[in-house]
Structures are given as structure tokens and as C-alpha cells.
């Protein structure tokens, strides 16, 4: 399952959930859904970018200090 999938399905749940009305959990969901379309779209401004999907194993882990 790759990364755009989940980020889609999780927009949906959590656009289900901030349409339940003015409950902290409705509120939460907006936020969360929030944060999601903003990773979506930095994800497609890579793609664009770069001609190719954002690799996250590509990413050198930090070295310990």
C-alpha cells in the first residue's frame, strides 16, 4: 500500500469526522485533515519537481551524536 493511498484514505476518514458538527473530535479531525492536504501537496510539488515519487527510504538517517 504506498504512502498516497493512506494519505487519501485517511482524508476520508477524517473528513468524515470533522462533519460530525461542533464536537472537539470534529475540530481535531479539521485540523488533522488539514495536515494532511498539506503533506499531500508537497508530495505532488516533489513529484513535480523531481519527475518522480518522494522515496522516504532514500533519506539518510541521522548519524547519533
Given at each position: 500500500?504506498?504512502?498516497a493511498l493512506i494519505l487519501e484514505?485517511?482524508?476520508a476518514a477524517l473528513g468524515g469526522?470533522?462533519?460530525l458538527g461542533k464536537?472537539?473530535?470534529?475540530?481535531?479531525?479539521g485540523i488533522a485533515e488539514g495536515f494532511?492536504?498539506?503533506i499531500q501537496k508537497a508530495q505532488a510539488a516533489y513529484e513535480t519537481a523531481t519527475g518522480q515519487p518522494l522515496d522516504l527510504t532514500k533519506i539518510p538517517l541521522?548519524?547519533?551524536v
Open positions: 500500500m504506498g504512502v484514505i485517511l482524508q469526522l470533522s462533519a464536537s472537539k473530535v470534529s475540530v481535531d479531525a494532511v492536504l498539506i541521522e548519524a547519533k
